[in-house]
């Protein structure tokens, strides 16, 4: 799956099957996030794996959107180093985050962020230091085939923008034509050896 194709297949995910989740792929997913940039190279996240149906049903718990966190097979917790990196921290996390997102659906995982949750008490069950401040939650697991109505009435409701809805071209508000129709189709760039096609 090329990065253009695992971009356009990640989906909120908000039930999962109970089936585990391999070591070696968990760790690839994790590995993601760890080659993910960050401001002055500082990588301030610590990424703790919630495993145990306990702790992940209390974690659920306070989850005002979450509360599929009970169901899937790992929870994890994203927190941001303050003392490494005062900043930027919580914007460096999150795009770790994101790396893993996109690793997970190349490799057939489910995701789905969540912001509200219950600091204190996760940070007391987890024993986190001061340092660390919980950044998200995400969840991770195999997709179980269900309706999301959540989802498809927030996508009736709220539809994706078009391209010229969010990009100006070198001043706010001047258009940027781009492609016409905002959904370019993929084609291919000749490289230096004439056998060699790269998929976009």
Known sequence: MDVFETIRKRKSVRSYEPTPIPE????????????????????????????DEDKRARIAKGCRYGRFLAESPVAIVACGD????????AIDTAIALEHLVLAATALGLGTCWIGAFNQEDIRGMLKLPEKFDI???????YRRKK??????????????KKLEDIVSLETCGAM?????????????????EPHVRIRL
């Open 24 to 51: 070696e792929v968990l760790t690839q997913v994790l590995d993601a996030a760890r080659l993910a940039p960050s401001a002055g190279n500082a990588q301030p996240w610590h990424f703790i794996i919630v495993k």
């Open 82 to 89: 303050k003392k490494a990196s005062p900043h930027w921290y």
């Open 135 to 141: 950044v998200a939650l995400m969840a991770l697991g």
């Open 147 to 160: 309706l999301d109505l959540l989802a498809k009435i927030l996508h009736m409701i709220r539809r994706r």
């Open 176 to 192: 940027y034509g781009g492609h016409k129709d905002n959904h370019p189709q993929p084609f291919s760039i000749r490289m230096e």
